[in-house]
Each structure stands twice: as C-alpha cells, then as structure tokens.
C-alpha cells in the first residue's frame, strides 16, 4: 500500500514525470466532458482530448482541432490552466516537493534542485520561487493589458480581456495556442501591436528567471548608485546569463535575417509587403521558432530551405530555467565554444577568460545525442505510421514536437492514431526528458577510477 515513507523514496526526477502525467491525465479528463464544449461543436474523441492536453501540459502548441471549434469558456479556462501549470511545471513541482512535503533535502539533492533553477547555490530557493511567481505575474499581466488595446474594441470587453489574457499566458509559457481558429495569428499579420507584444512575451519566458532576476538587480543598483555607471552595475550579471544573452541576441539577430533573406522573393509570404513589414514578419517567425508555435504564416507557402532553418531554430530553443523547451541555448553556445577551441588548438573551453567544466561539456555532448536518437527513432516511427504524408512535414512536426514548439506544415490532424501516439511520446519525453537525463547525471557521483589511455583516430 502506498505511504508517505514510500512518497519520500521517490526521486526528484520520478515526481517531475508523475506530476506531469498526473496532470495530463486530470487535464484530459476535464477537457473530455461535454460541460467544457459548445453545444454544436465537432465531434470529438477521448484520444483527441488526450493529444491536445499532452500539447497543453507539454507547453507545445500541436492540436488535432482549433480549440475555440471545442471548448466553450469553460473548456478554454481550463486549457489556460494547463498551460500555465504545464509551462511552470518544473518549478511547481519543486515547490510543492520542499515546501508542502516539508521534505529535509540533502546536500546532494539541494545540487539537483539549484541545478533544475539555475540557481548558482541551494540558498534562499523560497525566496528565489516567489520571485518565480512574481515576475510571471508582472509579465503576463503586463502582456495582457497591452493586447487588451487592440482585442477589447476587436471582440467586446468580455471576449477580448479574456482572449488578451489567454494569449498572454500562452505567449510567455512559448505554449503557442491560441484561441483564434484556424487562421491562428494569420489575421495579425501586419499587425505591430500584437506581433511585438507576443514577441516580447515570448522571449522573456525563454530567458529563464534567473537572468530576469540578475538584469532587474542590475537595474535597481544602477539607479540606486552615485554616481550611475553601467559597468559597476553589470558585475551583477553571471558568466551564464551573459553568454544566455549573447547567444539569444545573436539566434534571433542571424534568424532574422536569413528568414528574410530566404523568403524576401516569396510571393506567398514577404515579396508584397514593404521593408519595414517584411523585418517585422521574419522576426516574428525567429522569436516564435524558440519554442513558442503561434503561427502568422502557413508554412506549406514559405521555401523549403526558410523550413530548414526554422527546424534549426526550433531545435535550440530558449534558456535553462525558463518556459522553452529544446536543447536550449546555453547547449548550443556550449558547443560552439568546444568548436572553437579545437579550431584554436585550446585544450580548454573558455568563456569570457574562465573554463567550462568537463563535466558540463559532457552534460552538453549528453544532450546533443539524446536529442538526435530522440529525434531520428521518431521520424522512423513516423515515416512507418504515416508514410502517406509528406517526409519533409513529418520532420518539421517531430522537431516541433520534440522541441516543444507547436508549428506544423498541417498535418497534425491528418496523423493516424498512431501517429498522433509518436508525436504524444515526443512532446512528452521532450519536455521532461532532456530536464530527468541532465538531472540524473547531476545526481551521480563521478568515478575516481583511472585507466591507461588509449587512442583513437576521428579521421
């Protein structure tokens, strides 16, 4: 029978993956029943609930059916829910662990939880949660009353506080759903308002909060001191969040770019629109490519290589200790740097005058690999299950799955059940997996053992 010694013997890991299945279940059970749908809604399945509220906890944004077709306000408050819940699930989750189990963590397990936070060192976790819930707080309400200028005179009070609010939590979990219909955010194309205040929503939940965390602390020394300089203000910024930064800042700056390079001749996309319309469009498909998913194009009309680079985007995502999923860009960057310094002929990987650990470069190549077997089983799977639709479609929707993003060339409600079963699995295993690998590696001791070594050629 189970007991509260056994809940205690349960891992950090195993309670991260029961709550998450724990709440898909209850999610899709609520999302199922006929009170949460509009009385002349499509005919929906158990499966088809299932599949959206994967998506939901998942933070992901595929859906089988447009969500305001369905769910009524009932329905779709409970899908804000989920996605809220889903896009701080991690957090939640060490929150109630510590704090509503009154668990008494040790060393070792304190290094797990600084780890999932991003938290240079185990102190304060308290106070470091409620600024968690705060900056969400400040953000998303902050996004909503921005898009409340444009929806309340577009839909009505009711409808538009609450769709500015639907969206606000969405854009900032980078869950991607919408409650628009089918046309997503295609209607909001040319629209600077929206587009800008859900691009920046959707970054500063990619951050993570520990960078907010430091940036708000830089900020609050630089107008507290006399007199006011920057440089003395910015020591309070970490080696992590500023390679965080620079790597954000560089992904969306060459995305930008190359996607309105790829696209600029487009006739189905950017070729009739003007300069300042094209820059405002391809940077809205770089921000929403770091996991988020809304869509203001269809992606059957963009060129195949603009599809490419948008996989690569995808697969990247945002920063550790935020609302994105992927590989995240601390990975990415991580990977670069050890580039760079077998180029340079380095025997360490440095970043700004400091070394990278081994064992992070060895997290790094961990997660690297874990992501390609994850990526290339599925599109096997998928290429098995679905082998009707297109190859290049089926890709984009496994990274988008794995990654956690939610953009599709449309064919979501065109996989067979099975199909729809394989994109579960990878929205489920890419959302907790890559944070229960690195978790587990965090929790092992290294072996001291020494053995002769040997060589072995590249090439």
Known sequence: MFSYRKLRTVSV???????????????????????????????????DHLFTTVSMVCVTGLSVFPISDVYNGLGQFIAMLLIQIGGLGIVTLIAVSMFALRQKLG?????????????????????????????????????????MFDFIPRFGLRSGVFNSIFLAVSAFCNAGFDNFGTNSLQDFLLNPLVNFTLMFAIVAGGLGFAVWMELFQVLKHYFEGKPRRPRSAARFISNQSRLILYTTGVFLLTGT??????????????????????????????????????????????????????????????????????????????????????????????????????????????VLIFFFALGAGGYFLLLLSDSHLNPMALLFEVISAIATVGVSMNV??????????????????????????????????????HYTPTDISLG
Do not use: C
């Not at 002929?345 to 060895?362: A, D, L, M, Y």
């Not at 099975?418 to 489920?428: K, P, V």
């Open 107 to 147: 060393i070792s397990a304190q290094s797990v939880l600084q780890s999932a936070l991003s938290r240079p060192d185990s102190t304060e976790l308290r106070h470091y949660l409620f600024n968690v819930y705060k900056i969400t707080l400040i953000f998303e309400s902050a996004t909503a009353l921005i898009l």
């Open 257 to 366: 770019l190359l996607s309105w390079l790829t696209e600029i001749r487009n006739a189905g996309t950017l070729a009739h629109h003007s300069v300042l319309q094209q820059f405002m469009m391809s940077f809205f498909q770089t921000v929403t490519m770091r996991t988020a998913g809304f869509s203001t194009l269809n992606y059957l009309d963009t060129e195949t290589a603009t599809n490419f680079l948008y996989m690569l985007q995808m697969a990247v995502g945002g920063a550790p200790g935020g609302t994105a999923g992927g590989i995240k860009v601390t990975t990415a960057a991580v990977t670069f740097l050890l580039f760079k310094s077998e180029l340079a002929g380095q025997s360490e990987v440095t970043f700004r005058h400091r070394v990278i650990h081994n064992k992070t470069i060895k997290q790094t190549l961990t």
């Open 412 to 449: 979501t409600p065109e996989l067979s059940a099975i199909g729809r079963l394989i994109i579960m699995l990878l929205m489920f295993i890419g959302r907790v997996g890559p944070i229960t690998v690195l978790l587990s590696l965090l929790q092992k001791k290294e072996k001291t053992v």
């Open 13 to 47: 890991t195993q309670k991260l993956t029961i709550s998450f299945l724990a709440l898909i279940l209850i999610g899709s059970f609520l999302l199922s029943l006929p009170l949460a749908h509009y009385a002349d809604a499509p005919a929906t399945s158990y499966y």
